[in-house]
């Protein structure tokens, strides 16, 4: 049996044998694309060494024998089985003979995870890569150790989830000559800004190509026309350092650049054109726009990498509106629509609204949302894109503009208006606009490791929301089924009819849980502000009038104090599971362990417990449950979910609902940043899944790419921003896990 075969000996044919980057580096190879020499340890030789090492029988009974949820103790327990034993000498000798061949030096040791029966598995970014390895037995010893990293906790995690038995995926390693590169970066075969197939874009630095994936430095960018070949821009940017290869080949060294090229154009024109049209080769010979690495080295440049884009998106270009404005605010919920304006005061005035009317208000809160499901579109005066009416108006699809500071003084009843969501105008009377269309880019369905959920409230959309591809409900709002009852819970049971909630709950949370089957639906238990529920019918008798309800008497210390009425909700969620064990629940603002122990309690006192098939969250969003995380998760919970939004407020203490403060509401703040990094670490030492279902991974790629790198394990997005969110995702995981 052969075990070592080199990059001229494979193409796409030979994924099931060395993994889809081995494949690739021997398709880029036979188009005639310059690619660093190189072979390939295929995954024959895996199962060989496990084979003869006699583990293959070990590391099935610790699979058999481990909990699903304990993939930390079993990638330890599995990784140190394959390190403490040797490669067999007939693979041994192999490695090191075509080591030699490629006059030995430096080379890069990658993982390439494949298996022989899903050929379309993607294990991309799970397992190891050793780049700057010197000498055949460190070449073999990093061989060893990219056999172990199939057995990293996340790669476990992973075929876990997806259902892929553990002994059936093999690992194929490529061996290949390091660049000593002048000059590196990454080239795009279109513009991933907005997916123009007309452009090539190429980032490039001095150095090892690494801190331009890193985000270190500020890369030159070039855009190149990719018919004509000509060059469409160029932006250069000043770089004072650079990565250099050591020179005992023990990493990586930094190293100051001379003032007089820092300055300097990166690569010359006759070296971007030349790119460009390796770039443009490349995705001739894959019929799809590439993500490529390269490298230059003295005159030759270099292809270290090339996978498809798996971000492409339609691209879309705005509408061209001629008509007078009369108020700005902030886009909110995209989309255009006209109708007449309904001046809704107080949530007393929502009957005023009639289907096909545009609802203005000074701001909304969960009772207005019967009224806004008539509605064709909204307008407020305060608020931001995190407010009640933007979240609401994007999951019913309905165009919305927040923040205008007086829409409730300059509109009038009945006017006719037109309300542009996506722009944040409000033009009088009704506006036509003149579409300019782009042409519809082909794209395939996205995969990410990390899981996509989605955050919903309106069970009128499950089914519709459920058929899209969304791994779950992240966070589901009771807001929507507590105002369709609208009654205050304690109400109800003051006239014996406690049981109109639980029906309305139990039959609101199982049409959730029946369209989302068998995927999770994670259920935030109600937490109303006191403003909010004095608002229901007989509200006005239970609830104190608050001077600020953010802070007040709500989330988890509602529970505790009013027992009676968070029963009807456990009640309602036992009924629940009996039908659908998809049904998990989360805690909301909870301020201290003892609150969350206290709810813990009585939790299970109802016979709600943690269990293989039942996760208990809790969210994070009070700057207390990042101080002390550890006592939190010492409560008995296994999940956390950053809400990124109320975070965010709190840490910096701002209202998120004032217009004039909405610039400075930024979840990428230094402050919210080392919170949410402080969470996802935490989250992952303890062994805990970690969320996010704030807007903040919707709306900035940067806060992603951190949180990815990080280690957060699934987001939720609203439903008009799961296949952007997925987007994201995917493009920050390339990134991440880009060697």
């Known amino acids: 049996m052969k075990f070592v075969v080199w990059f001229d000996e494979v193409d796409k044919n030979s994924i099931s044998r060395v993994g889809g980057k081995g494949a690739n580096l021997g398709e880029l190879l036979k188009a005639g694309i310059p690619v660093p020499p190189g072979f390939i340890v295929t995954a024959e030789a895996y199962f060989q060494f496990l084979q003869i090492s006699g583990i293959r029988e070990k590391i099935s009974s610790l699979v058999d024998k481990t909990h699903p949820d304990d993939s930390l103790q079993l990638s330890s327990e599995i990784k140190a089985l394959i390190l403490g034993s040797h490669v067999p000498q007939e693979i041994a000798s192999e490695i090191m003979e075509a080591y030699e061949k490629i006059q030995e030096g430096l080379v890069a040791v990658r993982s390439s995870a494949t298996a022989e029966d899903l050929p379309k598995a993607s294990f991309a970014g799970q397992q190891s890569t050793f780049l700057n390895v010197r000498g055949k037995e460190d070449v073999v010893s990093n061989v060893l150790a990219c056999w172990a990293s199939l057995f990293e906790e996340r790669a476990i995690f992973y075929r876990t989830q997806h259902g892929f038995d553990h002994l059936k995926v093999g690992i194929a390693v490529p061996i ?235 509109l009038k009843p009945g006017d006719v208006i037109t309300v542009d969501g996506t722009s944040g105008k409000v033009y009088e009377g009704k506006v036509e606009g003149k579409k300019v269309e782009a042409p519809a880019i082909s794209t395939q369905r996205i995969e990410t490791r990390i899981k996509v959920y989605v955050n919903l409230a309106d069970p009128d959309y499950a089914k519709e929301i459920a058929a899209r591809h969304v791994d779950g409900v992240g966070l589901l709002r009771a807001e929507f089924i507590i105002a369709h009852l609208g009654y205050h819970p304690n109400f109800l049971l003051a006239q014996g009819r406690g049981e109109e909630f639980i029906h309305e709950l139990s039959q609101g949370l199982s049409t959730f849980c029946h369209a989302f089957h068998p995927r999770p639906v994670v259920y935030r238990t109600t937490d109303f502000k006191t403003n909010e529920y004095r608002n229901l019918k007989g509200g006005e008798d239970y609830e104190d009038i608050e001077e600020n309800p953010m802070l007040g008497y709500r989330g988890c210390s509602r529970y505790m104090r009013d027992v009676d009425a968070f029963r009807l909700e456990t009640e309602a969620i036992k009924r629940v599971r009996k039908k659908f064990i998809n049904l998990w629940v989360m805690i909301p603002f909870v301020r201290t362990p003892k609150e969350l122990r206290g709810v813990v309690q009585l939790l299970e006192s109802e016979g709600i417990r943690r269990a293989d098939d039942f996760k208990l969250w809790m969210m994070v969003e009070v700057p207390s449950n990042v101080i002390l995380l550890d006592e939190f998760i010492d409560c008995g919970i296994d999940g956390l979910s950053i809400g990124s939004n109320d975070l965010t407020q709190l840490t910096l203490g701002i209202d998120r609902d004032n217009p004039r403060l909405a610039e400075e509401f930024d979840e990428r703040n230094e402050a919210v940043m080392w919170a949410v990094e402080r969470t996802i670490t935490t989250a992952r030492r303890r062994n805990v899944t970690c969320s996010v279902c704030g807007q903040a991974p919707s709306f900035y790629p940067e806060f992603t790419q951190k949180i990815v790198e990080w280690g957060i394990t699934s987001v939720s997005a609203n439903p008009d921003m799961i296949e952007k969110t997925r987007e994201i995702v995917a493009s920050a995981e390339a990134k991440a896990f880009r060697a």
């Open 176 to 410: 290949q000559r390091m660049v000593q590169s002048e000059s590196s970066g990454v080239m795009f075969t279109l513009d991933p800004l907005n997916s123009d197939q007309r452009k090539i874009v190429i980032e490039a630095a001095y150095g090892l190509g690494e801190v331009v994936v890193s985000g270190a430095v500020s890369p030159d960018l070039y855009v190149v026309d990719k018919e004509r070949l000509t060059i469409l821009e160029r932006k250069v940017f000043s770089q004072d350092w650079k990565l250099v290869l050591s020179s005992s080949g023990k990493g990586s060294l930094r190293e100051d650049i001379p003032p007089e090229v820092q300055k300097a154009q990166k690569l010359s024109d006759r070296d971007i054109l030349s790119l460009a049209d390796l770039g443009k080769k490349i995705e001739e010979h894959y019929h799809f726009p590439q993500d490529i690495e390269w490298a230059k080295e003295g005159k030759n440049l270099y292809i270290v990498q090339s996978r498809p884009v798996t971000t492409i998106r339609k691209e879309e270009k705005e509408e061209q509106i001629q008509g007078k404005v009369i108020l700005k605010g902030m886009g909110a919920g995209p989309g255009r629509a006209w109708g007449k304006v309904c001046l809704v005061p107080t949530s007393q005035d929502i009957h005023k609204v009639k289907k096909g009317d545009i609802l203005v208000a000074e701001m909304t809160t969960p009772d207005f949302v019967t009224a806004m499901k008539r509605a064709v579109a909204i307008v407020t005066d305060r608020g931001g894109r995190t407010c009640h009416a933007a979240i609401v108006s994007r999951e019913l699809g309905v165009p919305c503009v927040v923040g205008t500071e007086k829409a409730t003084q300059v």
